[in-house]
């Protein structure tokens, strides 16, 4: 199921296509270069709209399937996995909160790609690249400044 937005007056349908048809370009791209990870092998007979990898030093990548809509790539060599999500269980209302939380931006991120079209696509992908680059960066910051608060997790 794709996610729901309400339509603005004067969306060009055709431009949310070449837009959507732009995302899910970006995202292959992404599959090159590091196959996502799944916490199960069962993971794998279903789509999944949160995904683990190991690649670069985002939290989080938006990325789009073709037929099944918006995904998230959460990275595990982020701080924040590392010292937040990895020490919840798997399933866990907590863990699930948060990636709930990350598959929203994801969806947020191309849901405005495709249909805020006051800007060029390009422009607007590159500005959400530095959104992601950003805020990964300051809750990196964060994490660097908290790990204290995790100290008796072990």
Known sequence: ????????????????????????FN???????????????DDKEAFRR?????????????ATDRLEGTYVLINRLHPFYDLVLSKLEKGSPERQSLEA?????????????????????????????????????QIDNWVNNNWSLFDDED
């Open 50 to 62: 949160v995904r683990y990898w190991d690649h670069g030093r985002n939290l989080w990548e938006s």
């Open 101 to 137: 939380l990350f598959h929203a931006l994801a969806v947020g991120e191309n849901q405005t790609i495709q249909k805020f079209q006051d800007i060029d696509a390009k422009v607007a992908v590159e500005v959400f690249s530095k959104f992601s680059r950003s805020s990964s960066h």
């Open 27 to 41: 995202s292959d791209k992404l599959k090159l270069e590091d196959d996502a990870k799944y916490e199960d092998e």
């Open 1 to 24: 199921m794709e996610e729901e937005e309400e339509e603005g007056v004067g969306i060009d349908l055709r431009q949310v296509q070449d837009r959507k048809e732009l995302l899910e």
